[in-house]
Nanobody, 123 residues
Framework: QVQLVESGGGLVQAGGSLRLSCAAS????????MGWFRQSPGKEREFVAT????????YYADSVKGRFTISRDNAKNTVYLQMNSLKPEDTAVYYC????????????????WGQGTQVTVSS
């Protein structure tokens, strides 16, 4: 079992930056590919970014490509999402998730989920 706890959300003005963190505990974190997803009010949860167990492979949704960066520190059992040039449409609850296989954009393929952290971008 893996427990995931997100932090770093908050209120920021458009154009600003935030860094989300996801701390993992339980089984060996370095065995897991990790992903970030988000859900806005009235919308389905959507893929944001994913990173392989080694950090060597990453993939991003088109909507965040060039603005967001996913990274991980296996020594600290933590995955990060650096969000720059934030837009009001980035407002959502952001979730991190883990899976034992390769990176994936499909949330159904993730085994473990955090509780989420709210990000609000004001215009």
């Amino acid at each position: 079992q893996v427990q995931l706890v997100e932090s770093g959300g908050g209120l920021v003005q458009a154009g600003g930056s935030l860094r989300l963190s996801c701390a993992a505990s339980g089984r060996t974190f370095s065995n897991y590919a990790m992903g970030w997803f988000r859900q806005s009010p009235g919308k389905e949860r959507e893929f944001v970014a994913t990173i392989s167990w080694s950090g060597g492979s990453t993939y991003y949704a088109d909507s965040v490509k060039g603005r967001f960066t996913i990274s991980r520190d296996n020594a600290k059992n933590t995955v990060y999402l650096q969000m720059n040039s934030l837009k009001p449409e980035d407002t959502a609850v952001y979730y991190c998730a883990g899976r034992t296989m390769a990176i994936s954009i499909r949330q159904k393929e993730y085994d473990y989920w955090g509780q989420g952290t709210q990000v609000t971008v004001s215009s």
